[in-house]
């Protein structure tokens, strides 16, 4: 899409807007041109050159010559995604051509016997074929008049579906205009995937759990969920993928020849991609014949959970349109395709028992006990129920056989109980009234799907608090699992969160599995706790609704922890992506002396409460030197680059400047690089360098 040439340029440009405090009406092209190339990098190639902050300080300063001259505001500028108020409804719309569904396989006999049936239908002795991904989201039309994106659909029912243009601008990965012009084409409608990804499902149901509503119930779900949300602002935080595999229908432009990448489903996969769209240009293969489509489908399953989006088989493509045209269709399915679907990863168990586990925030789950079963390679004997109202939606009985679901690296669900199997001696799952450990009368908001214990004494809350706390993404304590905590608290070791940092190695080093050098490590690894960046602390501490991003917007806004004592919640609601409910639970904590005291105990352990950042006196390593990243580092994400930087007190810039201390250099490094070359105070160095400078290496 982008020579290396252009990407120079426009990566000059990139560090010109990124200077200028201002820009006039006549650089509004190339502040879209810039902003494109960067979407580009990061929604189709996930390989961003620069950061979110920087990305944004470009917007904005679009933005601001829009606000001013509105007259000059084009369709597809990157700032028309945003979209204010609600949608009104999704008119019903007519496909240019019915959207079709696909011919399933199951093993190798079904792809030969398709083969067979293709070399019949076209006479030809060889079939090359292409093949691609089956997408496990949901499926979407785009139209293109003229190079400008003009509708996005559902598939519906195939010949009509909702028009849902508005949510469809959202997906970054689709570009509100395309060049289709420079191959003649004047309008073009095109079929994709809309996808969300595993990580990004993963984040969005702990916060709905959080919140004390039931997840989805996997990505595919909360794709086609979201594409029919009416507040487009929600839908862009879902932050949605798609991938497009199909141009059903096109026009040329007047006395204009058929471009020659039509010719073939794989040239059209490249037009796609040359044109900024996210095809599986990388992801497809051409094969003569079928035993290489058959052992390519095989690799490709072994390998779907490697993936970061869901897979449910691969699409096996006679390449050649006019082949396609030769075969024709069914009034259900293309004869020239295939999917070949991967092995299910659902099974059917008892549903034995229910029990109910305490979460760290009181929280009361149900969890179902079945008869393990392998589903997809994995055994399964524990289903989360979510919640009272999944149990009663599903009609959940003690005894039914029930269908469970795992997709990718999704926690495990019961789609539903066969209720056809039933012989009445099933029983009602009954919701107890009082904590399982406490025996504290459980307590709802009637706003909420979830009971809860509110005593926060609860042993079993207490667990939980500490386990969150030493996790991985928290304080990070290795060597004290969830399971080596539950052992210390049974055994009276541990009572609280400050009692981490009280351990007696002794008492530890006489139990049975604890060696020296176990106990060493555990040592290190609570004394390197102590000095984690103050939004690990704040994420480690469990406060209800605020997760790691919102952890990371307070540590920004404070020198110390305790600060936080004198905030009110109109300080808080100033935050940054800050609500009402997150201020006030942020506020109460802050204002319980229990909490108070846990702080104060843990700051004369010695656990650093102080926002190093912002402690000018402490000097971290690179206390007092500025630095600038460029191109993509080989091992570091420009993220965590830039925390390292922070960390250690070092000052990140925006831009090249006699200020700048270092420049650390990656692959593809742009402008930044030669600019730098010319002071010749500014040091460049390369990923090992830096990593030496803060001691990591
Ligand atoms: S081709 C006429 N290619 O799977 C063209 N479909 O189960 C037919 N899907 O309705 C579609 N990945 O929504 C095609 N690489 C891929 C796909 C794909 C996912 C979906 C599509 C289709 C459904 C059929």
């Given at each position: 899409?982008?020579?290396?040439?252009?990407?120079?340029?426009?990566?000059?440009?990139?560090?010109?807007?990124?200077?200028?405090?201002?820009?006039?009406?006549?650089?509004?092209?190339?502040?879209?041109?810039?902003?494109?190339?960067?979407?580009?990098?990061?929604?189709?190639?996930?390989?961003?050159?620069?950061?979110?902050?920087?990305?944004?300080?470009?917007?904005?300063?679009?933005?601001?010559?829009?606000?001013?001259?509105?007259?000059?505001?084009?369709?597809?500028?990157?700032?028309?995604?945003?979209?204010?108020?609600?949608?009104?409804?999704?008119?019903?719309?007519?496909?240019?051509?019915?959207?079709?569904?696909?011919?399933?396989?199951?093993?190798?006999?079904?792809?030969?016997?398709?083969?067979?049936?293709?070399?019949?239908?076209?006479?030809?002795?060889?079939?090359?074929?292409?093949?691609?991904?089956?997408?496990?989201?949901?499926?979407?039309?785009?139209?293109?008049?003229?190079?400008?994106?003009?509708?996005?659909?559902?598939?519906?029912?195939?010949?009509?579906?909702?028009?849902?243009?508005?949510?469809?601008?959202?997906?970054?990965?689709?570009?509100?205009?395309?060049?289709?012009?420079?191959?003649?084409?004047?309008?073009?409608?095109?079929?994709?995937?809309?996808?969300?990804?595993?990580?990004?499902?993963?984040?969005?149901?702990?916060?709905?759990?959080?919140?004390?509503?039931?997840?989805?119930?996997?990505?595919?779900?909360?794709?086609?969920?979201?594409?029919?949300?009416?507040?487009?602002?929600?839908?862009?935080?879902?932050?949605?993928?798609?991938?497009?595999?199909?141009?059903?229908?096109?026009?040329?432009?007047?006395?204009?020849?058929?471009?020659?990448?039509?010719?073939?489903?794989?040239?059209?996969?490249?037009?796609?991609?040359?044109?900024?769209?996210?095809?599986?240009?990388?992801?497809?293969?051409?094969?003569?014949?079928?035993?290489?489509?058959?052992?390519?489908?095989?690799?490709?399953?072994?390998?779907?959970?490697?993936?970061?989006?869901?897979?449910?088989?691969?699409?096996?493509?006679?390449?050649?349109?006019?082949?396609?045209?030769?075969?024709?269709?069914?009034?259900?399915?293309?004869?020239?395709?295939?999917?070949?679907?991967?092995?299910?990863?659902?099974?059917?168990?008892?549903?034995?028992?229910?029990?109910?586990?305490?979460?760290?925030?009181?929280?009361?789950?149900?969890?179902?006990?079945?008869?393990?079963?392998?589903?997809?390679?994995?055994?399964?004997?524990?289903?989360?129920?979510?919640?009272?109202?999944?149990?009663?939606?599903?009609?959940?009985?003690?005894?039914?056989?029930?269908?469970?679901?795992?997709?990718?690296?999704?926690?495990?669900?019961?789609?539903?109980?066969?209720?056809?199997?039933?012989?009445?001696?099933?029983?009602?799952?009954?919701?107890?009234?009082?904590?399982?450990?406490?025996?504290?009368?459980?307590?709802?908001?009637?706003?909420?799907?979830?009971?809860?214990?509110?005593?926060?004494?609860?042993?079993?809350?207490?667990?939980?608090?500490?386990?969150?706390?030493?996790?991985?993404?928290?304080m990070?304590?290795?060597?004290?699992?969830?399971?080596?905590?539950?052992?210390?608290?049974?055994?009276?070791?541990?009572?609280?969160i400050?009692?981490?940092?009280?351990?007696?190695?002794?008492?530890?080093?006489?139990?049975?599995?604890?060696?020296?050098?176990?106990?060493?490590?555990?040592?290190?690894?609570?004394?390197?706790?102590k000095s984690q960046p103050l939004h690990r602390l704040i994420f480690a501490l469990?406060i209800?609704?605020v997760?790691?991003?919102?952890a990371k917007t307070l540590a920004h806004a404070v020198s110390h922890l305790l600060d936080f004592k004198n905030y009110?919640?109109?300080?808080l609601?100033?935050?940054?992506?800050?609500?009402?409910?997150?201020?006030?639970?942020i506020?109460?904590f802050f204002?319980?002396?229990?909490n108070l005291k846990m702080l104060h105990q843990l700051e004369k352990?010695?656990v650093q409460l102080k926002n190093i950042k912002k402690e000018?006196?402490?000097?971290?390593?690179?206390?007092?030197?500025?630095?600038?990243?460029?191109?993509?580092?080989?091992?570091?994400?420009?993220?965590?680059?830039?925390?390292?930087?922070?960390?250690?007190?070092?000052?990140?810039?925006?831009?090249?400047?006699?200020?700048?201390?270092?420049?650390?250099?990656?692959?593809?490094?742009?402008?930044?690089?030669?600019?730098?070359?010319?002071?010749?105070?500014?040091?460049?160095?390369?990923?090992?360098?830096?990593?030496?400078?803060?001691?990591?290496?």
């Amino acid at each position: 899409m982008y020579s290396k040439e252009q990407t120079q340029v426009l990566q000059k440009k990139t560090d010109k807007f990124l200077q200028a405090k201002q820009a006039g009406p006549s650089e509004m092209d190339a502040l879209r041109s810039v902003l494109r190339f960067h979407e580009y990098r990061y929604y189709i190639l996930n390989d961003p050159l620069i950061s979110d902050f920087e990305y944004d300080t470009i917007f904005k300063l679009l933005e601001g010559i829009e606000r001013e001259h509105p007259d000059l505001v084009t369709p597809d500028s990157p700032t028309q995604r945003v979209a204010k108020g609600l949608t009104k409804d999704f008119p019903t719309v007519q496909h240019l051509v019915p959207m079709l569904s696909l011919d399933n396989s199951y093993n190798s006999e079904d792809l030969v016997d398709f083969d067979r049936k293709a070399k019949e239908l076209t006479g030809e002795q060889q079939i090359e074929y292409c093949i691609e991904p089956k997408f496990d989201g949901a499926g979407i039309s785009l139209i293109y008049e003229n190079d400008l994106l003009v509708r996005g659909a559902t598939r519906g029912d195939g010949v009509e579906g909702d028009d849902i243009t508005t949510n469809i601008k959202q997906i970054r990965s689709i570009p509100l205009s395309a060049r289709f012009s420079s191959y003649g084409i004047q309008q073009i409608e095109i079929r994709g995937e809309v996808l969300i990804n595993k990580n990004n499902f993963k984040h969005f149901n702990e916060q709905l759990m959080e919140q004390g509503l039931a997840p989805l119930a996997n990505p595919r779900n909360a794709a086609s969920g979201t594409l029919r949300i009416k507040d487009p602002a929600e839908v862009a935080k879902r932050n949605l993928e798609a991938f497009v595999y199909h141009i059903s229908d096109f026009t040329l432009q007047e006395g204009k020849p058929l471009p020659e990448l039509l010719r073939s489903h794989a040239g059209a996969l490249k037009l796609l991609w040359e044109l900024g769209f996210k095809s599986p240009e990388k992801e497809k293969k051409q094969f003569r014949g079928i035993e290489q489509v058959v052992r390519y489908c095989y690799d490709f399953e072994a390998q779907r959970d490697d993936l970061p989006y869901e897979i449910d088989g691969m699409v096996v493509k006679v390449n050649s349109f006019a082949l396609q045209d030769k075969m024709g269709m069914t009034s259900h399915h293309p004869r020239w395709a295939i999917a070949y679907k991967f092995k299910a990863r659902q099974g059917t168990s008892t549903l034995l028992q229910v029990e109910f586990q305490v979460g760290r925030t009181g929280s009361i789950t149900p969890v179902a006990k079945i008869a393990a079963t392998p589903i997809g390679g994995v055994m399964v004997s524990s289903v989360s129920l979510f919640n009272e109202e999944v149990i009663r939606e599903k009609d959940l009985m003690i005894g039914d056989t029930v269908l469970v679901e795992r997709a990718g690296d999704v926690i495990p669900y019961i789609v539903k109980p066969q209720s056809a199997l039933r012989t009445g001696k099933e029983k009602k799952i009954i919701f107890p009234h009082q904590c399982p450990v406490c025996k504290t009368r459980l307590f709802k908001e009637p706003s909420e799907a979830v009971w809860r214990c509110i005593n926060i004494e609860c042993p079993a809350q207490v667990v939980e608090r500490i386990i969150h706390f030493v996790s991985k993404d928290a304080m990070d304590i290795r060597g004290l699992g969830e399971a080596n905590v539950r052992k210390f608290y049974e055994l009276g070791l541990i009572r609280d969160i400050p009692g981490i940092y009280t351990l007696d190695f002794d008492k530890i080093g006489s139990l049975e599995g604890f060696g020296k050098k176990s106990i060493d490590n555990l040592s290190a690894a609570i004394a390197h706790s102590k000095s984690q960046p103050l939004h690990r602390l704040i994420f480690a501490l469990g406060i209800r609704f605020v997760g790691e991003t919102t952890a990371k917007t307070l540590a920004h806004a404070v020198s110390h922890l305790l600060d936080f004592k004198n905030y009110s919640t109109e300080q808080l609601l100033a935050l940054e992506d800050v609500g009402p409910k997150v201020a006030g639970s942020i506020y109460h904590f802050f204002q319980n002396p229990a909490n108070l005291k846990m702080l104060h105990q843990l700051e004369k352990l010695g656990v650093q409460l102080k926002n190093i950042k912002k402690e000018n006196t402490t000097g971290g390593t690179l206390q007092g030197l500025s630095f600038l990243l460029t191109g993509t580092l080989p091992r570091l994400k420009r993220s965590e680059a830039e925390e390292l930087i922070e960390q250690h007190g070092g000052k990140l810039l925006s831009g090249v400047s006699s200020k700048l201390n270092y420049l650390v250099v990656g692959e593809d490094a742009g402008s930044k690089l030669e600019k730098a070359k010319k002071i010749n105070s500014i040091k460049i160095i390369n990923e090992d360098e830096f990593l030496q400078l803060i001691g990591k290496k």
